[in-house]
């Protein structure tokens, strides 16, 4: 059964950084894509970034692009969301998903490519 389990969240000043880590266990990272989304009170989850499949290639919402990255260290089975220049807009709780799929432009942010889902962090970004 594959589990993931995100961890450091928190609250943070406008203009700081986080970073979000999600530990993917019962399987091996490069069999899966890996995305981060997000879901404000009252908004629909949307999807923030991904890293695919087998290349690791990557992408980003325009809300985020120049501000986070994605990455992975397959050893460590884990996948991380840098988030830097944080703003208040940013507040939500944030997912990792993970997809068996190759995902593409397309389709990486359409969350019913994802087959499971951590329990979510919350990030909060106030002065």
């Known amino acids: 059964q594959v589990q993931l389990v995100e961890s450091g969240g928190g609250l943070v000043q406008p203009g700081g950084s986080l970073r979000l880590s999600c530990v993917v266990s019962?399987?091996?990272?490069?069999?899966?894509?890996v995305a981060w989304f997000r879901q404000a009170p009252g908004k629909e989850r949307e999807g923030v970034s991904c890293?695919?499949?087998?290349?690791?290639?990557?992408y980003y919402a325009d809300s985020v692009k120049g501000r986070f990255t994605i990455s992975r260290d397959i050893a460590k089975s884990t996948v991380y969301l840098q988030m830097n220049s944080l703003k208040p807009e940013d507040t939500a709780a944030y997912y990792c998903?993970?997809?068996?799929?190759?995902?593409?432009?397309?389709?990486?942010?359409?969350?019913?490519?994802?087959?499971?889902w951590g329990q979510g962090a919350q990030v909060t970004v106030s002065s």
């Open positions: 019962g399987t091996t990272l490069d069999k899966y894509a």
């Open positions: 998903a993970a997809s068996d799929l190759y995902l593409y432009s397309s389709s990486w942010s359409n969350l019913y490519e994802y087959d499971y």
């Open positions: 890293i695919g499949i087998t290349d690791g290639r990557t």
